[in-house]
């Protein structure tokens, strides 16, 4: 009788499924954090990404506000459609913007560096000019030239930009080592120009 007590199987699987839960436990829970991880950046991207088209929807019709105004009203917007996500501790979301007089003027043309001095050099009694494309078939090189004025002015290319440090809701249980993921999202967009009706 005792022999069989001990040989039973009943006896010797106690405890088995208490194990087996410890071990699985938590690759069960880092996969659904994770998921849940991912499903938020994933719609805090989405969000930001709509946020700073609206706003720059927004004020490129708004020209007759100061740029001031248009600058704020163009950071509330953002802001606010952010504002149910959380920042990460210690950072901010970053807004600007850039404008533009015309469509040659947002990006520089690409040219070779062979100095690798990190900038174009024009032509010198020692050395030619870095090759470069030129795109709009001037026959010189021209720079990404910005205006005064970030917000732009009536027909100008504005790019509107925004940074936000969208904090991790899980990252001490998923094992990461940082605490936020900067999420980013432009657009560009042209100012309204006074005096035309669709």
């Known amino acids: 009788m005792m022999r069989n007590a001990i040989?039973?199987?009943?006896v010797c699987t106690r405890g088995v499924t208490a194990?087996?839960?410890s071990l699985l436990l938590p690759v069960l829970l880092s996969i659904i954090c994770g998921t849940i991880e991912f499903g938020y950046l994933n719609l805090a991207r989405v969000s930001l990404v709509g946020a700073v088209a609206d706003a720059a929807r927004i004020t490129a019709v708004d020209l007759e506000l100061e740029p001031d105004r248009r600058r704020s009203k163009m950071e509330s917007i953002i802001t606010d459609r952010m504002s149910n996500f959380p920042v990460a501790v210690g950072s901010r979301l970053k807004i600007g913007s850039t404008a533009y007089s015309d469509e040659g003027k947002v990006v520089a043309e690409d040219y070779e560096d062979t100095n690798k001095n990190g900038a174009y050099d024009v032509s010198t009694d020692t050395s030619p000019a870095e090759p470069f494309k030129d795109r709009n078939?001037?026959?010189?090189w021209d720079p990404s030239?910005?205006?005064?004025?970030d917000m732009g002015g009536e027909g100008d290319l504005v790019r509107y930009?925004?940074?936000y440090p969208a904090a991790l809701l899980f990252s001490r249980i998923l094992g990461l080592r940082a605490d936020a993921i900067p999420l980013k999202a432009s657009t560009i967009s042209r100012n309204e120009r006074k005096g035309l009706t669709a």
């Open 137 to 140: 078939g001037n026959g010189k």
């Open 19 to 21: 194990v087996e839960f």
């Open 145 to 149: 030239v910005r205006l005064a004025d």
């Open 7 to 10: 040989l039973s199987p009943v």
């Open 161 to 163: 930009e925004a940074s």
